[in-house]
């Protein structure tokens, strides 16, 4: 079995920052690219972060230049430093990972249980 744990989100003003950590353990062979979405009330699950398993980094606008998506891959480890948080990141976070576990020939996306982010004003 594969597990996917989030921990780090949190309340925080304006302007302020937090890390989200999520950490996959198992049956894990190998790891492809990891993640990160967010879903805000009333709206779509959107694709905040993403980092292949060369570093290769990818965004959505409206978070350049304020997170940054890093991994561990010796700790199956991927990170999404928040700095300059705004009311509208204000959604709870998932971890996606694409991985292949042991037990399988193909790989398979793994999501967390996800994190509350509120960014209050």
């Known amino acids: 079995q594969v597990q996917l744990v989030e921990s780090g989100g949190g309340l925080v003003q304006a302007g302020g920052s937090l890390r989200l950590s999520c950490a996959a353990s198992g049956s894990i062979f190998s790891i492809n690219a990891m993640g990160w979405y967010r879903q805000a009330p009333g709206k779509q699950r959107e694709l905040v972060a993403t980092?292949?398993?060369?570093?290769?980094?990818d965004y959505v606008h409206s978070v350049k230049g304020r997170f940054t998506i890093s991994r561990d891959n010796a700790r199956n480890t991927v990170h999404l430093q928040m700095t300059s948080l705004k009311p509208e990141d204000t959604a709870v976070y998932y971890c996606?990972?694409?991985?292949?576990?042991?037990?399988?020939?193909?790989?398979?996306?793994?999501w967390g249980q996800g994190t509350q982010v509120t960014v209050s004003s």
């Open positions: 996606n990972v694409d991985l292949r576990p042991y037990y399988n020939t193909y790989a398979t996306t793994y």
């Open positions: 980092i292949t398993s060369g570093g290769r980094r």
